[in-house]
């Protein structure tokens, strides 16, 4: 029976595989765009775009909130409930502003003459980095819930799974968009 046990222990929890499974699928997804992007740069008629500055006061937003993310998921583990609450909602509110600075760069680019038709890394910078706020917002979505879980009820029985999930999801959204503003920088 100890041995069930301990091989059970070593499984992989089903929510995480199938998150690590999505996980491989957006990056896998990402890795096409930016490629197409490499190979369209090439061609005649590329035009760049700068990189409005609002991607960098994201870019700021969005890593302190995987810190705070991290904090969150520790107080939770710690069974800190009053911290982890305002960690969590900390969280969420970066999140939210994260995508608010993306908007506003999105409409600096498009202010100043960057649109969806011609050649040029605009298109795909429209593209990409609205793909990336898309999967940021899922993640706000998930912060939420489990942001309304921690004010609603009485936590009896810490599971960390969710919260482990969430956590991970998060600083995965983090890194992609600290891959995407790299790349954007560098492959000019």
């Not at 499974?21 to 369209?40: H, P, R, W």
């Not at 100043?112 to 429209?126: E, I, P």
């Not at 593209?127 to 489990?146: C, D, R, S, T, Y």
């Not at 879980?149 to 600290?178: C, G, M, R």
């Amino acid at each position: 029976m100890d041995f069930v046990s301990s091989e059970q222990r070593n499984k992989i929890h089903p929510h995480k595989f199938m998150m690590w499974i999505a996980i491989g699928s957006i990056i896998m997804m990402f890795a096409g765009l930016t490629s197409a992007y490499v190979v369209k740069s090439s061609q005649a008629g590329w035009e760049e775009v700068e990189i409005p500055r609002q991607f960098w006061f994201s870019t700021t937003t969005i890593l302190l909130s995987s810190v705070t993310m991290h904090m969150a998921l520790r107080s939770f583990k710690q069974r800190e409930m009053n911290k982890y609450r305002v960690l969590i909602s900390l969280t969420t509110v970066l999140g939210i502003l994260f995508l608010f600075l993306q908007w506003s760069g999105f409409l600096w680019l498009w202010n100043s003459g960057v649109r969806f038709t011609g050649s040029g890394a605009g298109q795909f910078l429209y593209v990409i980095a609205g793909l990336h706020a898309v999967h940021v917002f899922g993640g706000i979505i998930a912060l939420l819930v489990q942001a309304i879980k921690a004010y609603s009820a009485q936590t009896k029985h810490y599971n960390t799974i969710p919260i482990e999930i969430v956590s991970t999801y998060w600083h995965f959204v983090d890194l992609l968009w600290l891959y995407l503003l790299t790349f954007f920088i560098l492959i000019r």
